[in-house]
């Protein structure tokens, strides 16, 4: 372990307070370090917090369960009609993001980490600047996140325009809506502004929804979103967006290098995103970023520098909350010189809250088939069983992948209702030492019933049965 040295004001100094630098100040923490942590924002939790994902998730809840009350044949027999304003909608958001935030604030306060308020500058190797206040610090964390790539040319103070960190802020619901980029968080707003009855262009740069998931998933996906009513564009490349001037709101245009012109209310860009690196004084300590805002590390999150780490959406790849978590606890870990702790940096599910709910975990088919492994496929679809019918969320479907001489399972994906929770049964078997990763543990397990976990079973057996 290192040792404290006590030139520095603090062991470690976070820069960030979403869930890359929280698990990295708590790691430390309770490894015994003198542990700092600062923030730009108002308060704590990063945009995990306040602008990505619990207000996001906050009001896809909101939207689901209200729409689905709303759906109730009594309301119409009893001739109620009510559409729920988005100030309503996102009434609840905010208490969310308040319990969060307190939360979070006692994990600080249980641990002795102070939160440094003001924005972090390096000035040189072991010295920041926080609104002309002078820290050092033996190691450092980079866990300043990202925000959204603006192209050029386009006016995002419209007022129809917004980005997916500004599409928060949407006070009246439009009527139509055109998303521009079909990545999980464009293809998730799909879902929800579908459900909310609004008309939805969906426009892809791509030839196929999220393409790193299994084919079979994808397929289902288009299948449902089009199903539901949003209109998919496939292979289109963006030429400008104007917002409309003039005499009341009147929306927005999306031109596309096609030729084709979408005029909707409101147009959502959500086609990449940029690691927040602009202003943190890098120039001072060597360290460059790509070009897209982003900083390269190593295996142990180290930047070119031994004593900066980096973690969380400004590494890029995945972006998600969960692996920013993984990732700022096992670059403590290492500072502590318990190397990554044996944590499964790279074992990271994907949880995307579509309608319906995708996840997945391990290889995907095409995966599998490249390289020449030979495996075998049980599937279980949510419509035969008990809980999903009783709950009446049939649509859906578990997928394992297995490997077919060692039975060793390889790939779990899985769509539907729940399906982000679902896939760590699969997860966790997976995972085990062989052979304790096979699925046999489906076919001799016992299970609850009537139960969503079920599918495994029957997923089990029926790729059991195609065995010879
Ligand atoms: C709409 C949307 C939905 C999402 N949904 C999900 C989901 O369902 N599941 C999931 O796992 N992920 C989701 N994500 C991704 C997730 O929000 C991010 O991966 C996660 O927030 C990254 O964590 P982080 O710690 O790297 O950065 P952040 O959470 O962005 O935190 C970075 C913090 O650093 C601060 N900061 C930046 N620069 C400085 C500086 N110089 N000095 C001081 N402070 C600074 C910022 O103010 C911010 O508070 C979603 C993202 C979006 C946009």
């Known amino acids: 372990m290192v040792m404290s040295d006590m030139k520095y004001d603090y062991d470690l100094l976070v820069i960030g307070s979403g869930p890359g630098g929280e698990g990295a100040a708590m790691q430390a923490a309770k490894g015994g370090k003198r542990v700092a942590v600062v923030e730009r924002h108002v308060s704590l939790g990063g945009g995990c917090t306040h602008w990505g994902t619990i207000p996001s998730k906050a009001l896809r809840y909101s939207i689901t369960s ?20 988005m100030k309503q909608l996102k009434q609840g958001t905010q208490a ?9 604030q006692s994990f600080y306060d249980r641990n002795n980490v102070p939160v440094l308020k003001g924005t972090a500058v390096f000035v040189d190797d072991h010295t920041v600047d926080i609104e002309g206040e002078r820290v050092t610090a033996g190691y450092f964390v980079i866990a300043t996140g990202s925000r959204p790539f603006r192209p050029d040319g386009v006016d995002f103070s419209h007022p129809a325009i917004y ?19 079909a990545g999980v968080v464009g293809t998730e707003y799909a879902s929800m502004f579908r459900n909310l009855g609004i008309k939805v262009n969906l426009v892809n740069t791509r030839d196929k929804l999220l393409e790193f998931l299994d084919d079979e998933i994808i397929d289902a996906l288009s299948y449902h979103l089009r199903d539901q009513g949003v209109l998919i564009r496939h292979n ?3 030429e400008s967006i104007e917002g409309c001037e003039g005499v009341g709101d009147c929306g927005a245009v999306l031109t596309l290098k096609s030729g084709k012109r979408l005029k909707t209310d409101v147009i959502l860009w959500a086609n990449g995103r940029q690691g927040n690196t602009a202003k943190l004084g890098l120039e001072a300590i060597g360290i460059e970023p790509n070009s897209r805002g982003q900083l390269i590390v190593d295996d142990q999150f180290l930047t070119a520098r031994d004593h900066i780490y980096a973690v969380g959406d400004v590494i890029g790849y995945p972006s998600l909350a969960s692996a920013a978590y993984t990732q700022g606890r096992a670059a403590a870990m290492h500072m502590l010189g318990e190397k990554d702790g044996n ?8 949880g995307i809250y579509t309608s319906p709910e995708i996840s997945s975990v391990g290889k995907t088919e095409r995966e599998l088939t490249a390289a020449c492994i030979p495996y075998e496929v049980g599937q279980s679809n949510f419509k035969s069983l008990a809980r999903a019918q009783i709950v009446g969320a049939t649509v859906g479907m578990l997928k394992l992948l297995f490997h077919r001489e060692t039975r060793e ?16 049964i699969g997860q966790a078997i997976m ?17 609850n019933y009537p139960t969503m976990a079920e599918a495994y079973r029957v997923a089990a057996l029926n790729g059991y049965n195609r065995l010879f």
């Open 96 to 104: 969310i993001i308040g319990k969060q935030v307190q939360m979070r």
């Open 343 to 350: 944590l499964r940096v790279h074992d990271i599910p994907t």
């Open 409 to 424: 399972i390889l790939g779990v994906h899985c769509f539907g209702v729940n399906a982000s929770e679902i896939i760590h």
């Open 431 to 447: 995972n085990q030492p062989a052979p304790n990763n096979t699925i046999e543990y489906f076919v001799e397990t016992t299970f």
């Open 163 to 181: 980005d997916s960190d500004t599409i928060l802020e949407l006070d009246t619901k439009p009527h139509t809506i055109t998303i521009y980029g």
């Open 66 to 85: 209200t729409m689905n009350a709303l759906k109730n044949p009594m309301f119409r027999e009893w001739g109620i009609r009510v559409s729920p304003t």
């Open 236 to 238: 289109e490349t963006f």
